[in-house]
Nanobody, 123 residues
Framework: VQLQASGGGLVQAGGSLRLSCAAS????????MGWFRQAPGKEREFVAH????????RCSDSMQGRLTISRDNAKNTVYVQMSNLKPDDTAVYYC?????????????????WGQGTLVTVSS
């Protein structure tokens, strides 16, 4: 199984980024997909989740109103569009796959992880 995250980079505060995660080696449409992030010196935290069908989404309180998660099961890819970015959003962003629903904000529930993509927001 491979999850390849991309789209990170340097952006000014107030800017936008779209992250992508391309999956291979698993029945993508059977897995919920999540995004987590880890800032330097901090624990990994939940960002967003989308159900296997795309019909249900969930977002962290800190990103509410600034993030949209979507997926294209035909392309085995999940996306997260982030806007109005703040310096506190600076982190490595990871995508992950979870087989079943429930407690999707808990990292240990996820079976597969990508390598992460760095997002840096300058003030």
């Amino acid at each position: 199984v491979q999850l390849q995250a991309s789209g990170g980079g340097l952006v000014q505060a107030g800017g936008s980024l779209r992250l992508s995660c391309a999956a291979s080696g698993l029945p993508f449409s059977a897995y919920g997909m999540g995004w987590f992030r880890q800032a330097p010196g901090k624990e990994r935290e939940f960002v967003a989740h989308i159900s296997s069908s795309g019909g249900s989404t969930r977002c962290s309180d800190s990103m509410q109103g600034r993030l949209t998660i979507s997926r294209d099961n035909a392309k085995n890819t999940v996306y997260v569009q982030m806007s109005n970015l703040k310096p506190d959003d600076t982190a490595v962003y990871y995508c992950a796959a979870v087989r079943y629903g429930g407690y999707v904000d808990i990292a240990d529930r996820y079976s597969y992880w990508g390598q992460g993509t760095l997002v840096t927001v300058s003030s």
